[in-house]
C-alpha cells in the first residue's frame, strides 16, 4: 500500500470542504484498505469521516425510520427498531461478511462497495482487460468466465453485479439516503446505483467536465463524488412485512449468488402491496415491478407467485455461465415473498 | 517524499493535499490530527498499557502491533478481512486488526491474544477450553479464535451450535478444527 496523507473529520461539513483532487473518505476501511493493497484505488489523502459524532445514530421519526451512515452492520442489524420494522434490512446486514467485519463496516460505505468480480480484483499491473480499472482494456468476463456476473442491465463493456446485501434491502424499502455535497439532496435507494445500460446513457449525456468518472464502465451510482451520505430514510408502513434470503455456497460468510428482499402486506389473504428487489444479478438491486404490480389482490401461494415471476425470464439476459442465475433469483424471489407473509 | 517532511513544508510540496488542512494551513496550533499528515501520531491503550506511535499514515494496527510492539500472537493470515487470524478488540468489539489504520486507533482500548489471560497468568476460560477440547491442530488461526470466541460469548451468541458457528464464521481454521472448536465455545460459554 503507498502511504498517503491522513487526517480526521469531526464534522460532515469539515469533511466535504476538505475533498479535494486525490482525496478519499474512510469510514470503517474495510473495503478501501483492499482497493489500496490491490491498486483499485491510490487516494493521495484519506479523510477519516469515522469520527463524527452522532452519525451512527438509529432513531424512528414519525413515519421513518433513520439510520446515520455511520451505523456498523452490526448495530443495524441487532438493532430493536430496524427488527421491528425493516426486518429485511436487519437479516441483509446480518447476513453480510462476517461478526468481525460488521463490527467496523458501515452502512454508508457498504453501498459504495465495488463489485467481486475476479478479474477487477486482482493486483495491478493486471494481465487482463478490466475497463473498470482500465477504460478501454476490454472486459475480460464478457467472453470470460462469467458464472457470477450479471444477467439483467449488463452491456458489453462490463458485466459486473453489485454485492451488497443491505443495499438490495433499502432498495426494497423505497428507502433514501440523505446526502450532503455542495447542497443536501434525497437520493432514492432504487436510484442509487445505476445498472451498465443506465451508465452508457448517462455518459452520453454528461459530455465532459461533469463530475462523472472518466468512462461508462466506471460509473456505478448516482452520488457525486465530492457527495457524503449521512443517512438512510425507511418509510415505515405498519402492517407490512419483510424477509431477506441469501443464496450462496457456504451457509456463512460468503457473498450472494443471488438474493432477495421482499416486503408483503395482506389483506384478508390477499396481497394489497408487494415490494420485491433482487441482489447479485445486475449492477444494482433489481426491484421486479411487473411481478410487483402482478401480485396485487393474488393469494400469497406458490402458483400465483410463480406466475407473476414469469416476466424475470423473459427479461433476463444470461451470459455464457451463468443461466443458472435466473431460476435461482426467480426461486428466491418465490421463497422471499412466502417469508415476507409469513409463509415458510 | 521522505517521511520526515514537517507539516509546513509538506503543505508546500504538495499541490494536492493544499486543500486539506482542516484549520486555517498558518495556524500555529492547529488540533492534533487536523491537517493531512503522511506521518501520524497516535495514542491508544493496548493490553491495559498507553502506547504512543509515530507512524507512516498507512500503517494497520495489525502491522504495528507486529512489526513495532512484539505482539506477534495476533496473526497475519490474508491480510483483507477473510480468515480472522488477526482478530483483536477494539474497545471491546472484535474486529480484523488487518482492516484497520493505527490513525483510527486514536483514543482506543486495544486487547490482543497476550491481554486475554489474567494478569497473574491464569488462563481465560476460553483458552483452557480450547486445551480441553483440542481445539486446535497447527494453531495458527487459535489466537484469532480465542479472541473471536471470548467477544462471540461476551455478546451472548455462543447459546448453541448452530449459532456459535454462525457467529464464528468470521474465523477460518485450514486444519478444519470446527468441531472442536465449537464445542470449546460451547464449553467456556456454560462456564462464563
Ligand atoms: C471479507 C469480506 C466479506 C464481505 N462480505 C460481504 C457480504 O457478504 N455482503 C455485503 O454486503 N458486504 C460484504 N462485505 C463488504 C463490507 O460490508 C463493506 O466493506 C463495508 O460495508 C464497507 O464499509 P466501510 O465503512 O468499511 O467502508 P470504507 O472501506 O471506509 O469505504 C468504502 C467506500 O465508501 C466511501 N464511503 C464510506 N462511507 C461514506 C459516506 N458516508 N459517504 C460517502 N462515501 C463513503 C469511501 O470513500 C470508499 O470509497 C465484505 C467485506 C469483506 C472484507
Ligand atoms: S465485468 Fe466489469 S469489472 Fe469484471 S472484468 Fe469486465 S469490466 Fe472489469
Ligand atoms: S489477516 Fe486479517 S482477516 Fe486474515
Ligand atoms: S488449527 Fe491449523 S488453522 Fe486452525
Known amino acids: 500500500m503507498q502511504n498517503f496523507s491522513y487526517v480526521s473529520a469531526a464534522r460532515p461539513e469539515e469533511a466535504v470542504k476538505a475533498l479535494g483532487r486525490g482525496c478519499a473518505f474512510i469510514a470503517g476501511g474495510t473495503e478501501l484498505l483492499n482497493w489500496m493493497r490491490l491498486g483499485i484505488a491510490t487516494p493521495d489523502t484519506l479523510i477519516d469521516i469515522g469520527g463524527m459524532e452522532g452519525h451512527s445514530r438509529i432513531e424512528r421519526t414519525g413515519d421513518h425510520l433513520i439510520i446515520g451512515a455511520l451505523a456498523t452492520l452490526n448495530e443495524v442489524g441487532e438493532h430493536p427498531l430496524v427488527r421491528a420494522h425493516a426486518t429485511v434490512l436487519a437479516d441483509a446486514c446480518l447476513k453480510a461478511a462476517s461478526p468481525q467485519i460488521r463490527n467496523r463496516a458501515t452502512l454508508g460505505g457498504n453501498v459504495l462497495q465495488k463489485t467481486r468480480c475476479a478479474y477487477f480484483r486482482s493486483e495491478t499491473p493486471l494481465p487482463w482487460g478490466c475497463n473498470k480499472r482500465s477504460p478501454g482494456s476490454g472486459c475480460a468476463a464478457r467472453d470470460g468466465l462469467n458464472e457470477l456476473h450479471a444477467v439483467l442491465g449488463w452491456a458489453d463493456h462490463c458485466v459486473a453485479t453489485h454485492p451488497s446485501d443491505p443495499a438490495v434491502a433499502l432498495a426494497c424499502l423505497d428507502a433514501s439516503a440523505e446526502v450532503m455535497g455542495k447542497r443536501r439532496r434525497m437520493l432514492p435507494m432504487t436510484d442509487f446505483h445505476v445498472s451498465q445500460v443506465e451508465a452508457q446513457a448517462m455518459f452520453k449525456a454528461a459530455g465532459t467536465g461533469s463530475l462523472l468518472p472518466a468512462h461508462e464502465a466506471q460509473i456505478e451510482t448516482r452520488l457525486a463524488r465530492d457527495e457524503l451520505i449521512l443517512a438512510y430514510h425507511i418509510p415505515i408502513h405498519d402492517g407490512e412485512r419483510s424477509a431477506y434470503l441469501k443464496v450462496r455456497e457456504r451457509e456463512s460468510y460468503e457473498y450472494a449468488l443471488v438474493s432477495a428482499a421482499a416486503t408483503v402486506a395482506l389483506d384478508g389473504g390477499l396481497i394489497t402491496r408487494a415490494r420485491i428487489a433482487l441482489g447479485s444479478v445486475a449492477q444494482k438491486p433489481w426491484r421486479l415491478v411487473e411481478t410487483e404490480a402482478a401480485l396485487i389482490g393474488r393469494r400469497l401461494v406458490r402458483e400465483e407467485i410463480s406466475a407473476a415471476l414469469r416476466t424475470l425470464f423473459e427479461q433476463a439476459r444470461p451470459l455464457a455461465h451463468n443461466e443458472y442465475k435466473v431460476q435461482l433469483a426467480a426461486n428466491a424471489a418465490l421463497r422471499a415473498v412466502l417469508a415476507a407473509g409469513g409463509v415458510s | ?192
Not at chain 2, 474497545?91 to 489471560?117: F, H, P, S, Y
Not at chain 2, 486446535?136 to 451472548?156: D, H, Y
Open chain 2, 1 to 192: 517524499m521522505t517521511d520526515s517532511l514537517s507539516r509546513r513544508e509538506f503543505l508546500g510540496a504538495s499541490g494536492a493535499a493544499v486543500g486539506v488542512a482542516l484549520t486555517p494551513a498558518g495556524a500555529t496550533a492547529a488540533p492534533k490530527g487536523r491537517t493531512a499528515e503522511r506521518m501520524v501520531d497516535v495514542t491508544c491503550n493496548v493490553n491495559g498499557r498507553p502506547v504512543s506511535a509515530h507512524v507512516e499514515a498507512r500503517t494497520t494496527l495489525l502491522d504495528h502491533l507486529r512489526e513495532r510492539m512484539d505482539l506477534t500472537g495476533t496473526k497475519k493470515g490474508c491480510n483483507e478481512g477473510a480468515c480472522g487470524a488477526c482478530t483483536v478488540l477494539v474497545d471491546g468489539k472484535r474486529m480484523n486488526a488487518c482492516l484497520i489504520l493505527l490513525a483510527q486507533c486514536e483514543g482506543r482500548a486495544i486487547t490482543t491474544v497476550e491481554g486475554i489471560a489474567q494478569p497473574d497468568g491464569s488462563l481465560h476460560p476460553v483458552q483452557q477450553a480450547f486445551i480441553d477440547h483440542d481445539a486446535f491442530q497447527c494453531g495458527f488461526c487459535t489466537p484469532g479464535q480465542v479472541v473471536s470466541a471470548a467477544a462471540c460469548i461476551a455478546e451472548g451468541h455462543a447459546t448453541s451450535e448452530a449459532s456459535v458457528r454462525e457467529w464464528m464464521s468470521g474465523n477460518l481454521c485450514r486444519c478444519s478444527a470446527y468441531p472442536q472448536i465449537t464445542a470449546a465455545v460451547l464449553a467456556a460459554a456454560r462456564r462464563a
